[in-house]
């Protein structure tokens, strides 16, 4: 089964620090690229950033630029998201998508179910 299973959420007070994973299962991760994304309630969803098979690293989300940074972990089949300087805004459901080819562009075909982050005092 083809699956991407986020972990690593959870309560952080404001300035702090949080990384999430997102684990492959039923594929090589390295054959893809992946993407992060979050949704606060009542919000659209954002999409943050991406890694393609290159270990390049693409940033889009404004608001977290500087603070945020995505990773991966092929010997572990995972990908990260290191959250440094956690803000309240920063709240919300984080989700991990794999897209069908290893560069950053093109379709997405497959979803985790989410972690949730909750920035507050």
């Known amino acids: 089964q083809v699956q991407l299973v986020e972990s690593g959420g959870g309560l952080v007070e404001p300035g702090g620090s949080l990384r999430l994973a997102c684990t492959a299962s039923?594929?090589?991760?390295?054959?893809?690229?992946i993407s992060w994304f979050r949704q606060a309630p009542g919000k659209e969803r954002e999409v943050i950033s991406c890694?393609?098979?290159?270990?390049?690293?693409?940033d889009y989300l404004n608001s977290v630029k500087g603070r945020f940074t995505i990773s991966r972990d092929n010997t572990k089949n995972t990908v990260y998201l290191q959250m440094n300087s956690l803000k309240p805004e920063d709240s919300g459901d984080y989700y991990c998508?794999?897209?069908?080819?290893?560069?950053?562009?093109?379709?997405?075909?497959?979803w985790g179910q989410g972690t949730q982050v909750t920035v507050s005092s």
């Open positions: 039923g594929f090589t991760l390295d054959h893809y690229a």
């Open positions: 890694i393609n098979n290159s270990d390049n690293q693409f």
């Open positions: 998508a794999r897209r069908l080819r290893q560069l950053c562009s093109g379709p997405y075909d497959t």
